[in-house]
């Protein structure tokens, strides 16, 4: 996969006691999210949305030095249309 492929920044997984973790793991760049990573990030959230094993949903990051620095907007005004950003932030 791209080095940038958001599928490698997000992570999820359902553990036995119903709660859904989402690891932002992009450390270099402060966790800020680019597209791949919010479209991977709201795939997770369709699809547990209607599994029962899921109660809640957790997101945390795999580095200590933050949670996430928001969105990377240099990323993702490069890559896509000003349309195509303000449908995915505002969905």
């Not at 760049?29 to 599994?51: H, I, P, Q, V």
């Not at 094993?53 to 890559?79: H, N």
């Amino acid at each position: 996969m791209a080095a940038d492929d958001g599928s490698d920044f997000v992570k999820g997984k359902v553990h036995s006691n119903g709660v859904a973790v989402i690891t932002l793991d992009r450390p270099k760049a402060l966790n800020a999210m680019n597209l791949e990573m919010d479209f991977k990030f709201r795939n997770y959230l369709d699809r547990w949305e209607s599994d029962p094993r899921v109660r809640c949903v957790m997101v945390e990051s795999s580095s200590p030095r933050a949670f996430s620095a928001g969105g990377d907007v240099k990323k993702i005004t490069s890559k896509r249309q000003k349309s195509d950003v303000i449908e995915v932030f505002t969905a």
